[in-house]
């Protein structure tokens, strides 16, 4: 699964650089992307519904590492989406909204906090419990996303990894919006 999954990681990023490309305008460009992470993602996904790892060490790393590689790219395009479709016209109304969309990420690693130090710290002494379809304990499921519900695609904490990623280039991007802003 994790050749399956560099593979079609790789076709992923290509084709989201062809939506970039084409001078599409801010909005089309997001939603272009965020189909072809959707795509990718549910190519991945219905593979992975009857896939049987060989090792649970294989299970963990694919969980851990490549799913959130594509899940973190639908959650990311749904974030600026969200900020281009909902920022304000007026720039000082613009600021406080930027500033509001910067403290994403704060307030998320606040309200999960314990996992995030896991995480950042690359514990892995609960990567079983995390990271494993067996053990799933769908304790998170009640905030997973729509494209992450399908049981035997998801464990009970890779979603949080893939908010974790796509939250901190949120985080990048935001800045970046605030920066135009002191520059105008």
């Excluded at 959707?38 to 969980?63: D, G, H, Q």
């Excluded at 729509?146 to 985080?171: F, G, N, P």
Aim: aromatic residues 16%; charged residues 35%.
């Amino acid at each position: 699964m994790k050749k399956r999954a560099t593979y079609l990681y790789r076709f992923l990023q290509e084709d989201m650089e062809g939506c970039r490309e084409k001078g599409f305008c801010v909005i089309t460009e997001i939603e272009c992307c965020y189909q072809v992470a959707n795509k990718y993602w549910s190519l991945l996904r219905n593979e992975l519904i009857s896939y049987p790892f060989e090792t649970v060490a294989e299970e963990i790393e694919f969980f851990k590492k490549f799913k959130p590689l594509f899940t973190s790219e639908i959650v990311f395009y749904e974030l600026i989406y969200h900020a281009e479709l909902f920022k304000p016209e007026k720039a000082s109304d613009l600021k406080n909204f930027l500033l509001r969309e910067k403290s994403r990420f704060s307030r998320f690693i606040t309200i999960h906090a314990v996992f995030y130090d896991y995480y950042k710290m690359d514990d892995t002494s609960r990567d079983e419990i995390f990271f494993v379809r067996e053990n799933n304990d769908y304790s998170n499921f009640l905030n997973a996303p729509a494209h992450d519900l399908e049981e035997k695609a998801a464990t009970s904490h890779d979603y949080l990894v893939a908010q974790i990623i796509a939250l901190k280039r949120y985080d990048k991007y935001i800045e970046e919006k605030l920066q135009e802003l002191k520059i105008k």
